[in-house]
């Protein structure tokens, strides 16, 4: 059986990849399907663009798929950037861009007051098919870069009961702490329950 991942994004293929792989699927992802035209992710919610994601590239390929969306969410700054934290510094920003508006955000801000998390709603869309899975991780912005592994936003955080950046881990234990991770892993449960079932 084949499960199709909503992403091009190389670091999450290769993290779901580790995490799915012994779930039995085939696992596909969007660099399989070069021709398919990009879901534009305009939801207002993590939960609503995550089942869109899935829902048009399940209707487009007729193949069952896994889309999650992860937002890092930040106490001091009411939960921003939360569903925008792709594209907070501004159109085709990079990683580093976002991790520097982050930073000047939180400027002269209390290491107490530095609370953040990660949060990621991964949605299961096939045949007769709609599951929900969420997973958060809680954590704290530093004010400097620490580590090279990773994307996004893990060298600035610094996960809760740990010393380190989730850019600074390795990437089997980032999966074992982290948000994808945890909703990840709650969704192959809930896939092997399904097959259990069949
Ligand atoms: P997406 O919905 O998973 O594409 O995530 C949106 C944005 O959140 C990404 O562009 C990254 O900046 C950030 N992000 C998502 N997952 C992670 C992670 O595991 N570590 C650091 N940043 C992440």
New binding site residues.
Partial sequence: MKLLLATH?KH?ITELKEALKDSGFEILSLDDFPDMPEVIEDGDTLELNSLKKAKELFDHTGITTLA?????EVEHLNGEPGVY??RWAGEGCT?KD?CEKLLRELRNVAPDERKAS?R?IITLYGKDIFKTTEGVLNGHIIDHYRGSE?????PV?VPEWHNIT?AEMPLNEKNKI???GLAVKKMVEIIMEMKKAE
């Fill in positions: 994004n999450k999650d969306d992860t937002g890092l934290s792709a990683y976002n990660f990621c990773g994307f996004g936003y893990d955080f989730l982290s948000h994808r």
